[in-house]
């Protein structure tokens, strides 16, 4: 009779932390945890024998046991006859814009030029774009908007608006239903909270908060909420920022940043040529590089490779390399801070596109 061989499916992924080991289902969109033991084991013997594996690792016989079983029922590994070498995943980017993704912020003290910040991220080859209203818009603002938005330009996007009374439930459903490119539209500072649309992994989500966002101050956020477990989040990490890769940032006054919450400015979006302003300040690019394998404690947390980054609010505001200030995961002890965040998150599925921008 042949060899059997535990083998964990090539979507799930073990990352070590100090404390912890997670094991990203990349497929499913999950997360799990094991001893640091057993990633360990996973990773250095990836392809033993059963027989050999326990034999090497006798004086852990009984975790391993326990946890082969464990990841088996929950689907994240087989036993087969074969050796499967499953943890090597290739990290290439395959990102050929050069900027993929935008945000662009409006607020009640200055005027904004929908048209031209368009045409702008268009000509750059941006395709995901999020609008951030702090302020009440109207069904006359947001249609014409919507109209400016070529679906085979713009891929998807993300609408933040504050609660306006006239604008009805009725509306928004005839935005989404009308441009399928919209991913979600997500109105804060409403009376009550509440879901009036959301399909897992579906485009034309519409979810309402009484949560006030009345400034770019409500980005940065790092909680069980915003992790993006998926491949592209995964693989991006590796090599770049979760956040600040080939994205560039809009702010209420025109002015081009990395991200609109951010101080450095590298022009004016309703003055210069976009990409022009862009590519000559290599400091824009790069911020791409700052990875979470290079800051103090993310490089020690286990959610590090689907973790949405922030580089503008900093525990210590003088050190790049510093964890992010409203990040309440101490890899250390694996606790939350708060208590929402604390529950463990076996099979926790990520809904991403409606907390990543909500202060808590």
């Given at each position: ?197 959301a399909f897992e992994g579906v485009m034309g989500n519409i979810l309402f908060t009484e949560q006030l966002i009345k400034s770019n101050a409500c980005c940065g956020i790092i909680d069980p909420f915003t992790f993006a477990v998926n491949a592209k989040t995964f693989t991006e990490a590796q090599q770049f ?120």
């Open positions: 009779m042949g060899d059997n061989y535990f083998n964990l499916h090539p979507h799930c992924i073990p990352v070590r932390g100090y404390k912890r080991s997670s094991i990203c289902d990349l497929q499913r969109e999950e997360i799990y945890y094991v001893p640091n033991e057993i990633a360990d084991i996973l990773m250095a013997d990836d392809g033993l024998p059963l027989q050999l594996l326990f034999e090497k690792h006798s004086d852990h016989k009984d975790l391993l046991d326990e946890h082969i079983h464990y990841l088996i029922e929950r689907g994240l590994g087989s036993i087969t006859l074969n050796p499967v070498t499953s943890l090597n995943l290739d990290i290439t980017s395959t990102e050929a814009s050069y900027i993929s993704n935008a945000i662009v912020d409006i607020d009640e003290r200055h005027e904004v030029n929908f048209n031209v910040i368009f045409k702008a991220l268009s000509l750059v080859g941006c395709r995901n774009l999020q609008l951030r209203f702090f302020r009440k818009s109207t069904v006359e603002e947001l249609t014409e908007m919507m109209a400016l938005l070529n679906p085979t330009l713009f891929k998807s996007i993300e609408i933040i608006v504050e609660y306006a009374r006239p604008i009805k439930d009725s509306f928004f459903e005839y935005l989404t239903d009308k441009h399928p490119n919209i991913k979600s539209v997500f109105i804060h500072s409403s009376p009550t909270t509440r879901i009036l649309r920022n979760t956040c600040l890769n080939r994205k560039v940032g809009i702010d209420t006054n025109g002015d081009i940043k990395n991200c609109p919450s951010s101080t450095t400015v590298y022009g004016n979006i309703y003055r210069d040529n976009l990409e022009t302003a862009l590519r000559n300040h290599p400091a824009f690019e790069a911020m791409w590089h700052l990875k979470k394998d290079d800051f103090k404690a993310c490089r020690d947390c286990e959610h590090r490779y689907v973790c949405i980054d922030c580089r503008v609010f900093l525990a210590d505001p003088t050190d790049k390399l510093s964890k992010p200030l409203k990040c309440s995961y101490d890899p250390y002890s694996a606790l939350w801070e708060h208590e929402d965040c604390a529950d463990e998150m076996f099979g926790y599925d990520t809904i991403e596109p409606f907390y990543q921008t909500i202060a808590r």
